[in-house]
């Protein structure tokens, strides 16, 4: 079975510049959830999809948006890229919304210069 | 805003080892979970722990919730290599029907041969 599948694996943005990144989640799994990791915040929650309905939303502003497609997949978007918004962008799904066992992807790494 | 705060925020030890990590909140979790991340990876879920006073035992491992449900701790007896990596923990929680995860930074382990 394969895992959580994000793509691209590493990015390289300039400031003012918009991003998308893709996430394919497991098989079978409805919910995706996004993630920004660095290393000052740890990991803080973006939002999470389900059915193509975003359920749940993080402090995060209007430039990170994200959407779900009927077979799953998400994109997020970030428009606008700021130089903190260099980060690992981790992408989990699991069976259904709400909170139990996670399954993450790899991560897209993204560095604005 | 729950915080979770984990210590120590680093920790390097000798193979054979033993070792206790911590996570402390002041808030109330409906349950925690503990995550191991290798460079260059997502987390992995090791274990959900549900109900106060829980303890959970994987391998080498173990995990122990709170009786307040507010904190946890994660004891490695005899540290091997293989153990080297970041330690996560999750506090869940519900709010009108939806619910989150809240991440602490992590406790970076290294464990030298």
New interface residues.
Partial sequence: KAG?TQTPRYLIKTRGQQVTLSCSPISGHRSVSW?QQTPG?????LFEYFSETQ??K?NFPGRFSGRQFSNSRSEMNVSTLELGDSALY?C?SSRR???E???????TQLSVL | TQLLEQSPQFLSIQEGENLTVYCNSSSVFSSLQWYRQEPGEGPVLLVTVVTGGEVKKLKRLTFQFGDARKDSSLHITAAQPGDTGLYLCAGATSRAGSYQLTFGKGTKLSVIP
């Fill in positions: 959580v993630y915040q740890g990991l803080q929650f359920r749940n993080g981790l989990a919304e709400g909170v066992k996670l399954f993450f992807g790899s991560g």
